[in-house]
Antibody
Framework: EVQLQESGPGLVKPSQSLSLTCSVT????????WGWIRKFPGNKMEWMGY???????SYNPSLKSRISITRDTSKNQFFLQLNSVTTEDTATYYC?????????WGQGASVTVSS | DIQMTQSPASLSASLEEIVTITCQASQNIGNWLAWYQQKPGKSPQLLIY???SLADGVPSRFSGSRSGTQYSLKISRLQVEDIGIYYCQQASSTPLTFGSGTKLEIK
């Protein structure tokens, strides 16, 4: 059974970078696609992007050039970096396996952007 | 981007009642529509994919349907464990987009 677990700082200062790790067990990230989704206070959900089994990426244009998703196949982990954060990036961040739809999710990492 | 207009925003219903949530897509997405359930304190879970296919382990009281670009999630007999927030999501093209969510409560 695939399991995903997010980890990273829960508090980030404005203008800094947000970095999260998704550790995957029970399934290789060299298969399928692996994505990041966030849920804002007030329940809005936003797809941020994904990294494929080959390492190619696709990002939400709304995040412009602030986002980067990378991976370490030796550790079966993939990563989110979001640069130049503002208070509007305060959200719960989820990693998920993506096969046209998100069929397995992590438990979520709450990130607050505040000075 | 494809907009998904979900309604209602909140819903209070009695046990055993039939509940319907709808999503309207801003353009043709075919059957590329999924529904997720997020129970309190939990991460979202896939309920339905491909408009009508139940994900593994999902009770048969859940069903999905489509009429043109309007998609519906039906719960045939509401149970207490069904409370939570429900989201639709189009999988037709990136950026993937979600509906605004429906908060379901027991009356």
């Amino acid at each position: 059974e695939v399991q995903l677990q997010e980890s990273g700082p829960g508090l980030v200062k404005p203008s800094q970078s947000l970095s999260l790790t998704c550790s995957v067990t029970g399934y290789s990230i060299t298969s399928n696609y692996w994505g990041w989704i966030r849920k804002f206070p007030g329940n809005k959900m936003e797809w941020m992007g994904y990294i494929s089994y080959s390492g190619s990426t696709s990002y939400n244009p709304s995040l412009k050039s602030r986002i980067s998703i990378t991976r370490d196949t030796s550790k079966n982990q993939f990563f989110l970096q979001l640069n130049s954060v503002t208070t509007e990036d305060t959200a719960t961040y989820y990693c998920a396996r993506y096969t046209d739809v998100m069929d397995a999710w992590g438990q979520g990492a709450s990130v607050t952007v505040s000075s | 981007d494809i907009q998904m207009t979900q309604s209602p925003a909140s819903l209070s219903a009695s046990l055993e009642e039939i509940v319907t949530i709808t999503c309207q897509a801003s353009q043709n997405i075919g059957n590329w529509l999924a529904w997720y359930q997020q129970k309190p304190g939990k991460s979202p879970q896939l309920l339905i994919y491909g408009t009508t296919s139940l994900a593994d382990g999902v009770p048969s009281r859940f069903s999905g349907s489509r009429s043109g670009t309007q998609y519906s999630l039906k719960i045939s007999r509401l149970q207490v464990e069904d409370i939570g927030i429900y989201y639709c999501q189009q999988a037709s093209s990136t950026p993937l987009t979600f509906g605004s969510g429906t908060k379901l409560e027991i009356k």
